[in-house]
């Protein structure tokens, strides 16, 4: 897989692929995916109008709340 066909978009990478780059080569991929994705998630609502944690969604008095 060539870094120019990624960086424009053509492949697919895993994370294991990823991880298996040099440093340089994978920042550029994951920073060209990300600025591609940018115009989706300021665009597309549904991607951001959501609450992540409700006050429903954490669970304090959980048996695996135990404190360190």
């Known amino acids: 897989m060539s870094t ?25 991929i994951l920073e060209t995916a990300a600025t591609a994705a940018e115009g989706e998630y300021r665009a597309n609502r549904d991607l951001t109008s959501f609450e992540a944690f409700g006050k429903d969604d954490l669970h304090g008095d959980s048996a695996d709340s135990e404190t360190w």
């Open 4 to 28: 120019s066909s990624a960086t424009l978009g053509r492949v697919r990478w895993t994370a294991r692929e990823l991880r298996k780059l040099p440093a340089h080569e994978r920042d550029r």
